[in-house]
Each structure stands twice: as structure tokens, then as C-alpha cells.
T-cell receptor, first 113, second 112 residues
């Protein structure tokens, strides 16, 4: 009964490949997010969707494209992977786009070789 | 950039209270103080938040100074499972769709 689940947990791939990370939440929340945690452990927001509508798009390369088929899912597609994309990617959700606490998944560790 | 400063690391003896300080001297009147923690290899976990009054829940207590320029998160009886990185975040309610700006946090080590 995991609240926010991400797949895969680990992803190892080569430079230039295209990969996707999936996220699903069963909390009935309206808002979902992608955060990136780099090697220095800093967490930064990448995207946020509210009811399938993009509401936050930080300065992220165009190679990263979020897709929300419904409000329970927010997937992250990454094209032409680069070494610098190696990081842990966290999906999160919250009941609304305001001040409600975020619920995070346990992350996907992406390693680009 | 994060609007908070925290000590890089702290130690606490198991069973004792852990008091984690946070400075947010530039906090605005409509900004709340949030605390999250991240246990190794897990996603961040919400702990507590407050505006100006002290708050308590089943996990922790939050003490905010009267001038709101600093706060302290208190874990009343720390256990080994409380070892984690603790993040203090200031955030405007109903801002930008839930955007959290994380700083470096405090790495708390609870020791037997």
C-alpha cells in the first residue's frame, strides 16, 4: 500500500540513451512533483503538475519531459542522457498546490555511464 | 537559494531530546517554517510546520521565536531511527504550487 511509488528503483544506462521513470500515487492527491538530488545531496524541484496541468517548470533542459496521463501518475522522460544527469530523482505528491505537506517516493537512482 | 541556515551536523544520545536550530532571519510575514527529514536511501518525510505559534505533533515540537527569525525542532526522545538529515524550509502557503527550496540541512546522528 505504498503511497508514492516510483519505478525503477535503480537505472543504469549509457550516454545518449532515452529512458523513463514512472511515478504513481494512491493518495488521491491533485498535485505531483519531480525533484532531483545531485551528488552533493541538494534537492531541487524540476516540475510540478496539478490535475494534469504543468504549473512549475524550473530551468531544466528540454531533454527532460514530464508527462501526466492522469492525476495519479507523473512520468519523467529523459532523452539523450548525459553524465551530468546521474542523480536520484524523487517523485512527490500533495493534496493541493498550496501549503499541504508533500509525500515523497523513495527515489530512482539514475547512473549514466 | 534556501532562506535558512542550519548547522551541518549534530550528535544526540539515544533517549535524550534532540534540539535542531534553524535561522531564517529574512523570513516574511506570510512565510511558514516547515521541517522535513531524509533518512538514508529514502525520500524526504514531512515532520511539522508552523507560522508563529509553537506546534506539536506525534513526531516533534516546533518552537518559533517571537521575532520569527529562528526556530528549533525538538525530538523529545531521540531513537537510533531518528538518524537522518533534517531540513528547515521557509515557504509561502499557497505559493507556486508547493515549491520547496531545500538547503543543506543538519545531519543528526543519534548514538547509543
Amino acid at each position: 500500500d505504498t503511497a508514492v511509488s516510483q519505478t525503477p528503483k535503480y537505472l543504469v544506462t549509457q550516454m545518449g540513451n532515452d529512458k523513463s521513470i514512472k511515478c504513481e500515487q494512491n493518495l488521491g492527491h491533485d498535485t505531483m512533483y519531480w525533484y532531483k538530488q545531485d551528488s552533493k545531496k541538494f534537492l531541487k524541484i524540476m516540475f510540478s503538475y496539478n490535475n494534469k496541468e504543468l504549473i512549475i517548470n524550473e530551468t531544466v533542459p528540454n531533454r527532460f519531459s514530464p508527462k501526466s496521463p492522469d492525476k495519479a501518475h507523473l512520468n519523467l522522460h529523459i532523452n539523450s542522457l548525459e553524465l551530468g544527469d546521474s542523480a536520484v530523482y524523487f517523485c512527490a505528491s500533495s493534496p493541493d498546490r498550496g501549503g499541504s505537506p508533500l509525500h515523497f517516493g523513495n527515489g530512482t537512482r539514475l547512473t549514466v555511464t | 537559494d534556501a532562506k535558512t541556515t542550519q548547522p551541518t551536523s549534530m550528535d544526540c544520545a539515544e533517549g535524550r531530546a534532540a534540539n535542531l536550530p534553524c535561522n531564517h532571519s529574512t523570513i516574511s510575514g506570510n512565510e511558514y517554517v516547515y521541517w522535513y527529514r531524509q533518512i538514508h536511501s529514502q525520500g524526504p518525510q514531512y515532520i511539522i510546520h508552523g507560522l508563529k505559534n509553537n506546534e506539536t505533533n506525534e513526531m516533534a515540537s516546533l518552537i518559533i521565536t517571537e521575532d520569527r527569525k529562528s526556530s528549533t525542532l525538538i525530538l523529545p526522545h531521540a531513537t537510533l531511527r531518528d538518524t537522518a538529515v533534517y531540513y528547515c524550509i521557509v515557504r509561502v502557503l499557497y505559493n507556486q504550487g508547493g515549491k520547496l527550496i531545500f538547503g543543506q540541512g543538519t545531519e543528526l546522528s543519534v548514538k547509543p
